[in-house]
């Protein structure tokens, strides 16, 4: 209730609580008694009956490099960790993305990743051929100029 200086008469330490509860509290609390978290394990599941994306090589000496299968959440750490060693080496040049199959909003951070290594190093990344799903994505996230793709 307002009070004559129009504040509110509850205090705010009781409307608005400065700490939350303990996470080890929490988890105390809603422990499975096989202690095994299940988000863990259906993501162990997920990672191994799905990692099917690949980074070919298609030409070293042009810089072209071919990915292939599935780019989704379950695979870009995969394929990312893989792609470290071009910082270490020479970045590619051209990326084809003709035979992606399903790709996902990673996919997307992950190619806006290798092209911020590229602008690092005063180099550019083309990025071709890449799926409808992909193009839509980088559309609707107004990414697709930092990829080299024009927007519908």
Do not use: C
């Not at 205090?11 to 939350?20: L, M, Q, V």
């Not at 190619?111 to 690092?120: D, K, Q, V």
């Amino acid at each position: 209730m307002p009070t004559a200086n129009g504040r509110s008469s509850m205090s705010s330490s009781k409307a608005f609580p400065t700490s939350r509860p303990s996470a080890t509290r929490s988890a105390r609390r809603f422990a499975t008694p096989d202690s095994t978290p299940r988000s863990s394990a259906s993501s162990a599941a997920k990672s191994t009956s799905r990692s099917s994306s690949m980074i070919e090589s298609a030409d070293p000496d042009t810089g072209l490099i071919r990915l292939s299968g599935d780019l989704t959440v379950d695979e870009v750490p995969a394929v990312y960790r893989q792609s470290l060693q071009w910082l270490d080496t020479a970045l590619p040049h051209t990326i084809d993305l003709s035979a992606l199959k399903a790709t996902d909003s990673s996919a997307i951070a992950l190619l806006l990743e290798w092209a911020e290594w590229a602008r690092a190093r005063a180099l550019e990344i083309e990025f071709t051929d890449p799926p409808e799903g992909m193009r839509t994505i980088a559309g609707l996230s107004q990414v697709g100029p930092l990829l080299g793709w024009d927007t519908p």
